[in-house]
């Protein structure tokens, strides 16, 4: 054999093996560095050596930046029917009962096994290789998204061990653990993006990405829970995901034979509890009848199999006692109550703080000092307080009530009538809400300024070198390293942030300004109404009412947002060092209202823009894009993989469903006719 060749499948063998210890059965026998080294070394030969490199080697995990073109669809070979489930041991008990009435006189064992939060995932593979990864879709076909799951380190590209199958299938979950989730969404917050809502939502939205090198950055996990094939080991399903854990497959340890009733509800009671300590989001237990014959003598419902069933845990709750309420400041002033907590275990973290919203809800729950306090996560990531023990009440704890006054400059509150909001009106004196416009500014939807978050601003607030935003485009690289922590390199990072920002449209410069109520759709709709600063600042509110989707409430937030001096002054300072403030006589060109006064939901996946920028040719030709399909809903851009939900509604509300050549072909025709 060639040496370079005999080299590549020593170090793929090697590299695979490491994979495996490290993420599979978390104990890794070299360091970190060991393994960049022999990676890099494999990379290096299989870029020397093309005719020798393999489409599944370990060199494949870290992804590329080159977009995907669209997710194929394929049908499944076996369909992936979804569970009955229940809330109730009872339930459960009653299963197994049925279970052992449809096999009289047979000994039925359950199997019992953790039910991942993530979003399932069907691998097929033939001679011990990953052939193709086909998401769950609506049961009966899925999206191809092989290529991203390749970067998912714990599942094998080539089988390790003997004895599997010629070709089968295995199912599981990709699942985001609790860390790399946390990670992600402190990345998000830094950004100004939305939060995911829990590890579900971030795994089935990873997943689905085009870009693979950020699926591989995101560090998602994966748990395999069900073989399928006509040639496997065993028949059962219990010894079957043994064997492919033995070929390198991550099975969970929580994988139980149960032999009773009493047993099925032991498992129960200590996954309860237990599960709060596990690394993953799992939302409830699956027991399936261990025999494969007998599941097939069981058989299925139109829905769902018979021999198998999942019990979902209900919302998490914790008791927990209440250190303080802390009030604190936004960047519009309003004042948000906050009850700060001792530490508890709750959905796989630890929560020391959660949200009391406003003075309203702070008064429907009645809090006392040092209560204990119910907190809820529910698999979500925000924690809420959901109710107080009062039996645990200390005897004459005072109430705790909203503050009169600003907690950060001490001005009186103010509260307009019907809202529930308190807000600060010292708008261009309170340091939270400066500094909270500054951070707002700099984020990644509006001016994306690499480098700046919210320390550096309180930073740079704090040695006087900025006041405001356009205070920013001052800053020297000496003024930077002045910073704690900043050296050249960082300094100069910011620097080239704040030049790239001269570049960012005018519809985001309008968003970065902080003018109450006017969000990132809004802004789009001014920049496009009014395509000039100067044009929007001198508008009536009568005037702003007139473009769509601008009420009375946004006309008077902006006419009063720039009657205050201090705001046309900083923005004729950011307009003197270069920032957009029109839009380009090009962009006229690529606008119409061939949309106007339509209202469109996009639903799937496309292969010739992406969402987003389908979004933005449906906002640049005058239509209005929502989430939801309602009544007003004139069509629904539709593309592959359309929730069965959506298309039931559509169908419901007598919606018409067009698809994204059919779209584009529209708007070419109505460009024909005008």
């Known amino acids: 054999m060639d040496p370079v060749k005999q080299r590549i499948e020593e170090l793929t063998e090697a590299l695979n093996r490491h994979n495996h210890n490290y993420y599979v059965l978390n104990a890794p026998t070299i360091s970190d560095h060991d393994f960049d080294h022999m990676l890099k070394e494999l990379e290096a030969l299989e870029k020397e050596h093309p005719e020798y490199a393999d489409p599944l ?60 939060d993530g979003t399932s995932i069907s691998l097929l593979y033939e001679e011990g290789r990953l052939v193709r990864a086909v998401t769950r879709g609506d049961g009966e076909k899925g999206d191809v998204v092989t290529e991203n799951v390749k970067t998912i380190r714990s599942i094998p590209l080539r089988l390790q061990g003997t004895g ?12 985001l653990p609790w860390k790399a989730f946390e990670k992600l969404n402190e990345e998000r917050a830094f950004n100004e993006e939305p939060l995911f809502a829990n ?44 064997a492919a854990r033995s070929w390198g497959f991550k099975v969970s340890d929580a994988m139980t034979k149960l032999h009773s009733i009493e047993e099925v509800d032991q498992y129960i009671s200590h996954w309860d509890s237990a599960r709060k300590e596990l690394p993953v989001a799992t939302d409830g237990l699956v027991f399936k009848v261990n025999s494969l014959r007998q599941q097939l ?19 998490e709750r914790a008791l927990t006692r209440l250190r303080f309420v802390s009030f604190e400041v936004g960047r519009s002033g309003i004042i948000t109550p906050v009850a700060n907590l001792e530490p508890v275990l709750l959905s796989g973290t630890i929560v020391k703080r959660a949200s009391l919203h ?25 924690p809420k307080i959901t109710g107080v023990d009062t039996s645990q009440r200390e005897p004459d704890a005072p109430a705790i009530h909203f503050c009169h006054n600003c907690p ?7 509260r307009a009538e019907g809202e529930a909001a308190w807000i600060c009106p010292n708008k261009y004196g309170c340091i939270p809400q400066i500094t909270g416009r500054v951070e707002h500014f700099v984020g990644r939807r ?79 709709k001014l920049a496009r109404a009014t395509r000039s600063i100067d044009t929007l600042m001198a508008m009536t509110a009568e005037q702003l009412t007139a473009i769509d989707d601008i009420g009375p409430r946004i006309a008077e937030s902006i006419v009063s947002f720039f009657a205050e001096p201090v705001n046309r002054q900083i923005i004729e300072r950011l307009r003197g060092y270069g920032l957009q403030m029109e839009l380009p006589e090009s962009d006229a060109a690529n606008t119409s209202t061939r949309l106007a006064g339509k209202t469109v939901v996009i639903s799937g996946t496309f292969a010739r823009h992406s969402r987003d920028e389908y979004k933005k040719i449906i906002e640049d030709n005058g239509g209005k894009n929502t989430g939801s399909i309602s009544k007003k809903t004139d069509f629904i851009l539709a593309g592959d993989n359309m929730g069965p939900a959506k298309l039931e509604k559509a169908s ?15 708007l070419e025709n109505n460009n024909n006719q005008s």
């Open 358 to 382: 406003n003075d309203d809800i702070m008064q429907g729950l009645d809090i006392h000092e040092s209560d204990m306090l119910y907190v809820e996560k529910g698999g979500e990531i925000i």
């Open 164 to 175: 599997w199958p010629r070709r089968f299938e295995i199912r599981g979950e990709i699942v």
């Open 408 to 414: 950060s400059c001490g001005t009186k509150l103010i």
């Open 199 to 242: 590890p579900r939502n971030a795994a089935s939205g990873t997943l689905k990405m085009q870009n693979t090198a950020e699926v591989a950055r995101r560090g998602l996990d994966a748990y395999l829970y069900y073989l399928l094939g006509d040639e496997l080991p065993f028949d059962n399903h219990y010894d079957n995901m043994m």
């Open 652 to 666: 419901k509300l007598g919606i018409p469903i067009i698809n994204e050549n059919e779209f584009l072909e529209m």
């Open 57 to 116: 080697s370990p060199t494949q995990r870290v992804g590329s930046d080159l977009a995907l073109k669209g997710f194929e669809q394929v049908l499944h070979e076996r369909p992936m029917l979804s569970l009955g489930n229940t809330y109730s041991v009872a339930e459960v008990d009653e299963f197994v009962q049925r279970c052992r009435e449809g096999l009289p006189g047979e000994e039925v064992t359950i199997v019992g096994e953790l039910k991942f």
């Open 297 to 315: 003598n069981l058989g299925f419902t139109a829905k769902s199999p018979r021999w198998a069933i999942a019990y979902k845990f209900a919302a």
């Open 446 to 524: 509006m001016m994306n300024i690499d480098g700046i978050g919210e320390e550096t601003v309180a930073d740079l607030f704090q040695a006087g070198l900025i006041h405001d935003a356009a205070d920013l485009y001052t800053l020297t690289a000496a003024d930077l390293m002045l910073i704690p922590g900043f050296g050249q390199r960082s300094a100069e990072r910011i620097l080239q942030g704040l030049k790239d920002s001269l570049n960012v449209g005018f519809e985001r410069v309008i968003y970065a300004l902080s003018i109450p109520f006017v969000g990132e759709t809004v802004a789009k």
